[in-house]
């Protein structure tokens, strides 16, 4: 069966009554025929039948055992973290997405837990910066928003050989490209906002665990923590995931188009995307994913953020928005609206130079985007062409 074939499957009929939709069950609590008597659900936080299919979905699209879904990315996140202790360290990508390096640095340092950021796109380094407190290693391959790539298998092994869990962010990948768990992984996380969700349409998060013992240690937190996903935006995320595959498809044919496209443009600078030969990790790219994904970043040769700003500005079907996965394309500049509060040193050595921008590549037709990319350029330049002629006067 096909991968295609057994994700549209994997989403069950309501036994019940045969509807071929997955049924909302809108309701907090569930009567009981005596008490602790049930049919296997009591309470809303701790279990709903629209969440429990969701949940089922991810683990099955994962090749994990457990899947439990939050209300956010940052709440999945979240519940990763509270597996640790204080005195624990989590050893992370240092390119990391800007709102788990916020929960990290500001809510998780104060309770005794350390972060290590260091380069994982070589394996060589997560092997030197092990301590022997580090339990937990937190990779996001491609990263956000320069797109570097990491080893899961090389850096599975390290975590095994030193008995740290290793959690990969497969937010930018989606499970239809890659599927860390089958790589050695233990955990994977989702902000299903993104790709899964895939319509722009809601804020949902979701974690998927390898093993039944540990996805029932995240099970206990999300319902002694709270922070669940709602029925309504589990039948959402359902729904989007059931085009996942044929989505996905077209995001990596058009970004790919779009990247090599952008090559060749005498305004650019660098592109960054894993599809080109050219990327630093094209090649584990190749190996551990089926394709290379939406996201597409590149710098100007003009590195300022006048430049991008008047860039960004001027496309009509790419909107400027923060975000990404949708349908409709997106841009943004990350030195001024997602590392804004990144101070402008340390985000320039991340790589995030000042006129760093970052394209979520939609599903319009290829040829209608290049177009508007195109003419977004010409405009610009005849815009600092008018600028440099008025200065001259
Ligand atoms: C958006 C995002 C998150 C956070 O998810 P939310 O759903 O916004 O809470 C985490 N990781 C990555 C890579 C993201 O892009």
Not at 169 to 185: R, V
Not at 219 to 230: C, M, P, R, T
Not at 234 to 243: D, M, P
């Amino acid at each position: 069966m096909s991968n295609a074939t057994q994700l549209i499957h994997s989403i069950p009929v309501d036994p019940l009554t045969g509807s071929i939709s997955v049924p909302i069950y809108q309701t907090s609590t569930f009567v009981q025929e005596a008490p602790g008597v049930n049919k296997g659900y009591d309470y809303a936080r701790s279990n709903n039948p629209t969440r429990a299919t969701l949940e089922t979905v991810i683990a099955q699209l994962e090749k994990g055992s457990v899947g439990i879904a939050f209300g956010s990315g940052l709440a999945a996140i979240d519940a990763v973290v509270k597996l640790l202790k204080a005195g624990d360290e989590i050893l992370a990508v240092d390119d990391i997405y800007g709102g788990a390096f916020r929960l990290f640095t500001h809510i998780y340092e104060k309770f005794g837990i350390k972060v290590n950021y260091v380069d994982t796109t070589d394996a060589g380094n997560v092997f030197d910066a092990i301590t022997p407190h580090t339990r937990l290693i937190w990779l996001e391959t491609p990263t956000n928003p320069t797109l570097k790539v990491s080893d899961i298998e090389a850096i599975a092994k390290i975590a095994k050989a030193n008995s740290c869990l290793l959690c990969v962010d497969n937010t930018f990948a989606s499970p239809a490209l890659q599927q860390p768990l089958t790589l050695g992984a233990d955990l994977v996380i989702h902000s299903a906002t993104k790709y899964l969700g895939g319509h722009s349409d809601l804020i949902a998060g979701l974690v998927v665990a390898k093993e039944q013992e540990l996805g029932e240690k995240i099970k206990f937190i999300q319902n002694a923590s709270g922070a669940i996903l709602a029925p309504f935006d589990s039948w959402l995320v359902i729904r989007g995931i059931e085009t996942l595959h044929l989505r996905v498809q077209q995001h990596c044919r058009n970004a790919q188009a779009v990247a090599e496209w952008l090559q060749t443009h005498p305004a650019i600078d660098q592109v960054f995307y894993p599809g080109l030969p050219t990327h630093l990790n094209h090649a584990i790219a190749k190996k551990q994913s089926k394709g290379f994904g939406g996201i597409v970043s590149f710098t100007l040769k003009n590195d300022t953020e006048a430049a991008a700003t008047a860039l960004v500005t001027s496309t009509h079907y790419f909107k400027l928005a923060e975000s990404l996965g949708g349908v409709k394309s997106l841009l943004c500049h990350p030195a001024q609206m997602t590392h804004k509060s990144i101070p402008a040193e340390k985000r320039r050595a991340a790589g995030v130079a000042d006129s760093l921008v970052r394209l979520s590549v939609g599903l319009e037709e290829v040829a209608d985007l290049i177009a508007d990319l195109d003419q977004a350029f010409e405009k610009v330049k005849q815009s600092e062409k008018i600028n440099a002629s008025t200065i001259s006067v």
